[in-house]
């Protein structure tokens, strides 16, 4: 197994595709950390997934927004499973709906930036303390997988905020690639396009939604959230050393696609 022995630690992995690559990683051989926000039973479910694949799984109640949140969750997993190898920053937040920017109220910017894009960052800087001196090993390695968006690369008229949260991810992971080159830690990111989970499945359920939807996607599907996971999984794996700063869209084409006749 590729990932024998590492420890991951997974945000939002109650459900989708967060459930999905810490389920994948499990059965390379990592351990996981599972975080859930309102979604304990997730959470739990997964874990017990993660066990049935035969690796330790721990669970923790994580809030992104929160620094202090953060680095006690990182506290509380490393000291149940070790140092973590592998984080995956997954957790998200969408805009719930089309808001124009003359009508957005702060809060909704408030939520969106602060989980999708300081976020990322307060759970890098915890997985960095403990993965550098002293703590850490000089050169001793990681990986940092950002699940973003294809919003990072396309307009999002109507949402704004989101599409500049994840652009912003675009910009902090290659940015964090080059400062942590001589640590060879890997700062990578993966941008999904429309991927079946339970935050698009009632959009997939309406058929004048699903087929408006698939008709900007060449592949005429959605993607699965197995299909991210497996493309996680390369990307922690050894095999993607040498792969770093760089973000790897998975969309059916959506982006080739966008704005055409």
Not at 1 to 11: I, P
Not at 43 to 57: D, F, L, P
Not at 77 to 97: C, F, Q, S, Y
Not at 162 to 189: C, D, Q, T, W
Request: proline letters at 5%.
């Amino acid at each position: 197994m590729v990932l024998q022995g590492k420890v991951a630690f997974v945000t939002g992995s109650d459900s989708g595709i967060g459930a999905e690559i810490a389920v994948t990683l499990a059965r390379a051989g990592a351990d996981i950390a599972v975080t859930w926000h309102t979604d304990e039973a997730g959470a739990r479910e997964t874990a017990q997934r993660v066990e049935a694949a035969g690796r330790r799984a721990f669970v923790t109640q994580l809030e992104v927004m929160e620094s202090k949140s953060v680095d006690a969750a990182f506290e509380a997993a490393r000291n149940a499973l070790g140092i973590p190898d592998i984080l995956v920053n997954n957790a998200g937040k969408g805009m719930g709906g089309k808001k124009p920017v003359a009508e957005i109220a702060d809060e909704d910017v408030e939520v969106v930036i602060r989980t999708n894009l300081m976020g990322p960052l307060w759970c890098a800087r915890a997985f960095l303390r403990y993965r550098l001196p002293p703590h850490g090993k000089e050169g001793g390695g990681g990986k940092i997988i950002n699940v973003s968006s294809v919003a990072q690369h396309l307009p999002t008229d109507g949402s704004a905020p989101y599409g500049m949260s994840k652009a912003g991810v675009g910009s902090f992971i290659r940015s964090l690639s080059v400062e942590l080159a001589p640590h060879k830690i890997n700062v990578v990111g993966i941008a999904p396009g429309l991927i079946q989970t339970p935050m698009t499945q009632e959009r997939l359920d309406d058929p004048a939604k699903r087929e408006a939807s698939f008709k900007e996607i060449p592949w005429h599907r959605a993607g699965q959230p197995e299909e991210i996971a497996k493309l996680a999984l390369f990307l922690a794996s050894p095999d993607a050393d040498y792969i770093t700063g760089q973000t790897i869209v998975m969309d059916g084409g959506l982006t080739m696609n966008w704005g055409g006749a």
